[in-house]
């Protein structure tokens, strides 16, 4: 036993997160965490990782046991190097400090390749998408999205016997995530990972952990993410048709016992029209009969085993009617050049988009995919050409960052003005997506990053609008909402453009096009599986050689 976790507890004011979680872990396993957002995952991680601490409850790890952990929010300001902050982060800069006074350390150093570190570590960054990445530039120079993957790869460089993975599939485009389930699951440390991404949790996990969104405990199935949906389905299926029936048998065995009853008071109040003491004494002996059966009857409901009604959230649905006014409604690039005067820039780039498209783009990170977005929804000015879009069209925009909401604002107050709401209106939307009624006075700034993008499809709803751009949309959406907002996108009518590096989303979006954003192009794409196929083969390459040296 590596790792013992003994009914850990937490409340947050009067909310109870966890309740009395327990379960251990083995050298190597897989592990997915899941549950609806806010039931404490996250909250869990950080309990293992010595972020935060438990109310109750205890953690009991084997003695040298060394966990890492990789936060949802990942920020790193440093004025280190790259190298220089993954050489600390790994623990080999402390190693190599004393390679000349200890031994132990040399024979550690030597264990975990030190000398070979250099090789490993830029390996580790190529099968990131890091690979055109200096090493000796300055951390505090990257992007955001550069910043999360190098953190990542101090993580997986730390070699760690517990990797503590929140939402590890974020910042990474396709090849990456690719070559991160490659080696994951060729690493010989317990990864305990929570992630929206179902493929991925498919492709890495062998046992499933869940916390209850209304017990608020955990239960452990083994078994791949896909078979654990199944066997939750068909469980809750049993559960119900028992509860069914048993309900049906207790109002029949009810009507029984009320037959009975009626039978009972008739009979013991018989008298006869000639006052037949036989007649009378046969119909009260059975009288008295018939109260015995009904109170056997009432017995045997009592002693029933109770079937218990299966707890159901209410159905999360996402409801997006697109308005289809008179007019035009179609997009067209006219060779646009789009980005920034001083820094990156694609194009140029010429494409049609009837009305009714489904256009897939896909790109290495830093590729310009979230750059071409904004650009066709006019909030970036292209450096050249020209975007035409249609007089009738209403675009939504679900951008990655949700840049586009005034975090200043109240809930209510953005609803309102956004989605053109009235009061009451705001109150009822707000519920069917997910909100509770005094959530609605917060400030967008500090809902979740899946609480914003919920309150984006709120205002889309609201609005019924024609064209959905959705940047990365399944980024900090749970699987509950994730379903929902793949049943809309399927039947929705309008035009799509989605940027999206979750396999099971983009295929179950039946584009009409996929494109591939490359060296500052758009290339028409023969289909989705023929890029991941490269992908595919292209990170299990990386793989070898990073196995090759570690």
Known sequence: MELKVEKISKVFGTTTVLDSVSFSLERGQKVALVGNNGTGKSTLLKILAGVVEADSGT???RKGLVVAYLPQDTSLVSEETVEQYLRG????ASLEQCLDSSSEAQAEYERRNGYGFQHCMELVLAGLGLRLLACDRPINTLSSGQKSKVFMAGVLLSDADVLLLDEPTNNLDLPALIWLEHFLSKSEAICLVVSHDRLFLDRVARKIMEIDWYTRQLTVTNGRYSEY??????ERERQLEAFIAQQEEIRRLTESARAKRIEAM?????????????LRGFKRDRSAGSGKTAKAIEKRIEHMDSVAKPVEREMFRIELDAQNPGGTRDITLNEIVAGYSQGFRIGPISLFVPYGSRLAIIGSNGSGKSTLLKTISKQLVPLAGSVVLGNSLIIGNLMQEHDNLPRTDSMKDCLMRRGKL??????????????QTEELDKKVADLSPGGRAR???????ALSVNVLLLDEPTNHLDLEALDALEEAVQHYQGTVILVSHDRYFLERFKSTDTYLITEGGLVRQTSLATYLAK???EAKRLIRDTWDVV
Request: positive net charge; proline residues 0%.
């Open 535 to 537: 992908a595919e083969k």
């Open 266 to 278: 008739q009979g013991a109040s018989y008298r006869g029209k000639d006052n037949d003491k036989y």
């Open 422 to 435: 009235a009061k009451q209106d705001t109150y009822a939307l707000a519920v069917r997506y997910g909100f």
């Open 89 to 92: 982060v790994s623990g080999i």
């Open 229 to 234: 949906l199944a066997r939750a389905d068909k």
């Open 455 to 461: 309150l984006l499809l709120a205002i889309f709803s």
């Open 59 to 61: 953690v009991k790890k």
